[in-house]
């Protein structure tokens, strides 16, 4: 038949800037959040995001969300 895809957890992953070096270049970390709902929106993800990183001090760089599903041959 195929392969159909079942859409399991995500996690959503933030890059945000700590300071700089002493050449100027930037520090960057990051931090996830796991076990996001499979039926989350990306908007609904991007706006915790951006609440959550609203009460730091920190630059966000990047929000990345990575989804993951379960490939299953049918």
């Not at 002493?22 to 039926?39: M, T, Y």
């Amino acid at each position: 038949m195929g392969v159909v895809a079942y859409p399991l957890s995500s996690t959503v992953v933030i890059r945000y800037q700590v300071g700089e070096t002493p050449s100027g270049a930037p520090i960057i970390r990051q931090k996830s959040l796991n076990n996001v709902k499979a039926d989350a929106t990306d908007q609904d993800i991007y706006d915790v995001a951006a609440a959550l990183f609203g009460l730091s001090e920190r630059l966000v760089i990047q929000t990345i969300l990575r989804k993951n599903f379960d490939l299953i041959d049918e």
